[in-house]
């Protein structure tokens, strides 16, 4: 069983989504980006506890937060009299006598979040229980099978699904929001909708485990907690609260008159009986407890010994690493007691070392039907195929669309995995990519913006503040490449490299947004032609020189230039030019590197532009 594929419209920052779900997979991208949306809007259309909460959904679950209906035509051409009457609207009087009669060919349409899953892979009892509503999905075009000749459905690539679709939108009788889950095809037109339950999502193993509530909840008695969940897959029905409430119903707290507190409470029941009847209420006490079932799962609390001591501490309070090792062996007893669950599992890296990462992964994958991370891990991303990997891009206008990664001829994927961590991974995660020619760029153009930005920060930018990820290319035939690489999965891709010729220049531009070429054979010389004898002479005195070169310049700062043309040469991809460059001043710092910085960070982060400026454009 899994969702092989789910739709959203209009909630939270997304406007539209469809997005195709593979067995096992991570949503990589940008923050905020709407990953973690994704995996709410599973929870809303198919999580079983979802909709206990009143209301299901708020003001802050609809694309930029609209939610109230509105007045629409019947077709296009009957909009502009709608537009023009709620103009005319706006200028009456706020007496609804006043009001104009809303116009007979004009209707009222409330935002909708709608939000459809569909699942395939079904077990015999969803077979059983959804036959009426079962629909055929094509796995080789990714789309509902509708054929009108039934005995398509032998294909191999042809299998049984049931499409069901959340709607939320806010009441304005009720003056509140509603939501609830239906079978998709019930919605068309014509037909009455019929409700997918609570009971038809329990047989889906739906579960979502967010990054802080999961811990925090864990070893609770909370509705939806993981102890819950356990104790309603084996069936078990703790029958204590009506033992445990009358134990605590029995105790007062601070009953011993020594302590004092039982004569301040005798003083509020003297005052208290002045003015009103007895019966209106006497006899404060203190108790333990709300004596409800509902509070006592919620102040109900397992304890585990610390350290190597006997003390118990209340279980949230361990280690983060301890507690998500915790869930961990939790949601390894959920996955054995029912054969088919769907994982859904926000940044499992949280306070978890690499190999313990790596393992939640691993144990997870193989002990569900389908498993469905969010992650910035290069340890959780190498668990997944290219296949498996969810590339998420957002557009202004909210449209989130996935990606896939597609290697250029030139990298192979032995070549990539074995890279992954050090040159693939934060190009992934971000938004803009850097492309650099070698080592000697990926380490020293950073360092040289950062170093811009702490000395003039009204005029240069760090490239961590512009979201640019450098990734090293190593060498200048795998540029155009790499670049193809992110910019078809819609990251903005720019590039920095030594003079090219005319032909790899030409393919280099092909796939970037901006070339940044310097004039000189390569960025070391760049350096040692753009700087001052001063900056050379001071970085001499202070690095510590290896013997080979002592031998060769004996006094390196007299003879800075050459013995730093020896030492950067000797210390390439070790970041020889980049600590030259972080202890100079700006004065010091090559003119083509600064008018670089100043180019990138006008691209990535544009100035505002004026009124005046923009009616000059427009002119």
């Not at 008018?595 to 990535?604: D, M, S, T, V």
Request: hydrophobic share 40%.
């Amino acid at each position: 069983m899994k969702v092989a594929r789910i739709k959203i419209n209009n909630f939270r920052g997304v406007s539209a989504a469809d997005i195709l779900l593979p067995e096992h997979g991570v949503l990589i991208g940008d923050n905020n980006t709407g990953k973690t949306t994704i995996l709410e809007a599973l929870d809303l259309v198919l999580g079983p506890d979802r909709l206990n909460r009143r209301p299901p959904i708020d003001e802050h679950d609809f694309f930029q937060g609209d939610y109230l209906p509105k007045r629409a035509a019947h077709n296009d051409a009957e909009q502009e009299q709608v537009e023009e009457t709620d103009e005319a609207d706006a200028t009456i009087d706020g007496d609804p006598g006043n009001e104009p009669e809303q116009d007979a060919e004009s209707y009222t349409v409330a935002p909708e979040i709608q939000i459809e899953a569909t699942i395939i892979n079904l077990t015999a009892e969803q077979k059983s229980r959804f036959g009426d509503r079962i629909e055929f999905w094509d796995s080789e075009t990714s789309t509902i099978y509708n054929e009108a000749n039934p005995e398509g459905v032998d294909a191999e690539n042809i299998v049984p699904a049931v499409r069901v679709t959340f709607v939320g939108k806010y009441e304005p009788e009720e003056d509140d929001f509603e939501g609830k889950t239906y079978f998709s095809g019930s919605l068309i037109d014509g037909e009455s909708p019929e409700q997918f339950y609570k009971r038809d999502k329990q047989l889906c193993g739906f579960l979502y485990l967010r990054t802080i509530r999961t811990g925090s909840r864990a070893l609770s008695l909370e509705r939806g907690s993981l102890l819950d969940i356990i104790l309603r897959l084996k069936e078990i029905r703790p029958q204590m609260w009506e033992d445990t409430i009358g134990s605590l119903s029995a105790h007062a707290v601070a009953a011993d008159p020594s302590i004092g507190l039982s004569d301040v409470l005798g003083s509020i029941d003297n005052a208290l009986k002045k003015y009103v009847p007895k019966e209106w209420g006497a006899e404060p006490r203190l108790k333990v407890s709300n004596l409800t079932r509902e509070h006592l799962r919620k102040v109900i609390t397992a304890f585990i010994a610390t350290g190597e001591g006997d003390h118990l501490a209340p279980f949230y309070r361990q280690g983060t690493g301890t507690i998500n090792m915790l869930v961990l062996a939790m949601l390894s007893i959920i996955a054995e007691s029912k054969q088919e669950v769907i994982f859904a599992m926000e940044e499992p890296e949280t306070a978890i070392p690499p190999y313990a990462q790596k393992r939640i992964v691993h144990e997870i994958r193989k002990l569900s039907s389908q498993t469905l991370f969010t992650s910035h891990s290069p340890y959780v991303l190498e668990e997944f195929d290219l296949s498996e990997t969810i590339v998420l891009d957002r557009d202004v206008n909210g449209c989130l669309k996935q990606s896939e990664i597609t290697l250029p001829d030139s990298l192979k994927l032995k070549k990539y995995r074995q890279d992954f961590r050090s040159r693939f991974c934060e190009g992934l995660l971000a938004r803009r990519i850097l492309v650099a020619e070698g080592n000697t760029e990926t380490d020293a153009f950073p360092v040289a913006c950062l170093r811009l930005a702490e000395l003039d920060p009204e005029q240069y930018s760090s490239l961590e503040s512009l979201g640019v990820a450098v990734v090293n290319a190593s060498g200048e035939n795998n540029i155009p490449g790499l670049a193809k690489m992110y910019s078809r999965l819609d990251k903005r891709t720019f590039a920095i490299c030594d003079t090219q010729d005319a032909a790899n220049k030409a393919l280099i531009e092909a796939q970037v947004e901006e070339l940044f070429m310097h004039p000189e054979p390569t960025f070391e010389a760049l350096i040692l032609n753009g700087t001052t004898d001063a900056a050379l002479e001071r970085f001499a005195g202070d690095i510590d020189w290896p013997p080979h070169l002592v031998a060769n310049f004996p006094d390196p700062v007299a003879d800075a230039r050459n013995a730093l043309t020896a030492y950067f040469k000797w210390s390439k991809g070790n970041w020889g030019v980049a600590d030259f460059l972080a202890q100079c001043s700006e004065n010091e710092i090559p003119e083509w590197i600064k008018n670089a910085a100043k180019k990138l960070a006008e691209l990535c982060d544009p100035a505002p532009v004026s009124e005046e400026g923009a009616a000059a454009a427009a002119d």
